[in-house]
């Protein structure tokens, strides 16, 4: 069924020609807050919009400054696996782009909208030009948090996609940050407050997991591991012919160090191919946008993780899959490609999710290994600094399904590993309360602005429809 709007050209707020900004469901949305008399974020006394570093980054290892992208940034929290680091010389010469604690950061490409409040957590840190940042002015009356949350709304986010230009990747410049428009509610206190609360219970599962790791790493006595980088070492020929490697980083001395911990732990190993069933890639699929099946790719894989609600959509089903990839509760997925080396478990509800040609699908066939651990194990130092030590690559680092086998696994006792377990457990029911407060300060927003609407006896624009 066609759906049409007629617009005057004498009416129109703008000078945008595009039929997409007209289409009926940004009119009736754009009409639902009008009533409320918004402020834009660029008015006098709101915000000071501006966006991040336009030059290249001066990446470095060690001793720098975080430097957040566009895929840092979710709806109302940060994902930070993976995040560069840049010089301090570059950071202080662009203290224009530097956050602030109770600024907010918005994607300007990509997945165009999220917002997240900065927290005293992730700093110090830099931006980069892919996203805003809009710094509230005291005197404004409106939180952060409630900004946020009304930002990732529904009616914050068909602004931000409905402002964007743009012909192969659509962008949201400064000047159309500046254009967003926020209503003053009833709520807003509220909204804050649990919007809060939400940040509160999500530091809270990450300090879980973190307690996890550390619990792994303590009770088999390798919580002092050195793996400080050499510059200079020397090894054998017959050590580069034997391992088939001729790359310097290969031979690192702190990957010799991790593996003779594991072998003298005083605990049993095994490798991890001899623990599972044979390892098997996702599927590649390049279509997103339509559809209903998860589509899990590797940045959707981190902190033991699989975040299966911001996933892209693909318009298959893991039915209609050839290849063997369908998922079960407990399944270990690992990132091979890119951001390599990230473990998560397969949660109830995540079953029919497809995963792509960059994640690796890990059945447990040994029953004295529990799926938690082995999650934890692959991202701690222990495993992590193995994969790290096989992956091979040039513009992207990958790690091949026999070289990961290859990797040591110690047998801890199940007693520890149910204690891991627990930790865990407790760590995704605080992120879950966590998505609950923010679901339910995103309903409140949306609520109230209907509300407001229908108490004022108002009704949205007919657009004609034939």
């Not at 907010?104 to 030009?129: F, M, S, Y």
Request: charged fraction near 25%; glycine fraction near 6%; aromatic fraction near 8%.
């Amino acid at each position: 069924m066609a759906v049409w709007t007629e617009q005057l050209l004498s009416s129109l707020p703008t000078l945008r020609l595009d039929p997409e900004y007209y289409q009926p469901g940004y009119l009736k949305l754009s009409a639902d807050l009008d009533r409320l008399n918004p402020v834009r974020l660029g008015d006098r006394g709101i915000a000071y919009v501006t966006d991040g570093i336009h030059g290249s980054p001066d990446v470095v290892e060690t001793d720098g400054i975080r430097y957040l992208s566009a895929k840092c940034v979710k709806d109302n929290f940060f994902v930070l696996d993976g995040t560069l680091q840049i010089s301090k010389t570059q950071d202080a010469q662009n203290a224009r782009t530097r956050p602030k604690i109770g600024d907010l950061l918005v994607t300007t490409v990509g997945t165009i909208g999220n917002a997240a409040v900065v927290t005293e957590d992730i700093l110090p840190a830099n931006t980069d030009r892919h996203l805003g940042l809009i710094r509230l002015n005291e005197t404004s009356g409106f939180d952060p948090y409630f900004v946020s949350t009304f930002l990732n709304s529904k009616y914050g986010r068909f602004q931000s996609l409905r402002e964007a230009t743009g012909n192969v990747q659509l962008n949201l410049f400064i000047e159309k940050i500046k254009l967003l428009k926020i209503p003053r509610l009833s709520c807003m206190d509220p909204v804050a407050e649990r919007t809060r609360a939400s940040y509160a219970k999500r530091r809270e599962s990450q300090t879980l997991y973190e307690q996890a790791e550390n619990l792994l790493v303590e009770e088999l006595g390798l919580a002092h591991l050195d793996l400080s980088p050499q510059l200079f070492y020397e090894r054998r020929y017959s050590e580069t012919v034997a391992a088939h490697r001729l790359d310097a980083e290969y031979f690192q001395p702190k990957y010799y160090r991790v593996e003779k911990a594991i072998r003298s732990c005083g605990h049993q190993f095994v490798r991890l191919g001899s623990i599972i069933e044979p390892i098997r890639n996702g599927f590649d699929f390049r279509s997103f946008g339509e559809g209903e099946t998860p589509y899990i790719r590797v940045g959707d894989v981190g902190n033991g993780i699989i975040d299966i609600e911001n996933a892209e959509r693909i318009p298959i089903s893991i039915n209609e899959l050839k290849k063997n990839v369908r998922l079960k509760l407990g399944d270990v997925l690992l990132t091979r490609k890119g951001s390599y080396g990230n473990a998560a478990v397969v949660r109830p509800g995540q079953e029919t999710a497809i995963i792509s040609s960059e994640m690796m699908l890990l059945r447990l066939k040994d029953l004295a290994f529990l799926p938690d651990y082995l999650a934890i194990y692959l991202n701690s130092p222990l495993g992590f600094q193995q994969i790290e030590r096989r992956v091979h690559g040039v513009a992207f680092y990958s790690i091949s399904q026999p070289d990961l086998a290859d990797v040591l696994v110690i047998n801890a006792p199940l007693s520890l590993q149910k204690r891991i377990e627990r930790h865990v457990q407790n760590s995704l029911a605080a992120r879950q309360e966590s998505q609950r407060l923010l679901a339910d300060a995103k309903r409140m927003v949306e609520d109230a602005i209907l509300a407001a609407g229908s108490s004022r006896g108002a009704r949205p624009p007919h657009p004609s429809v034939g």
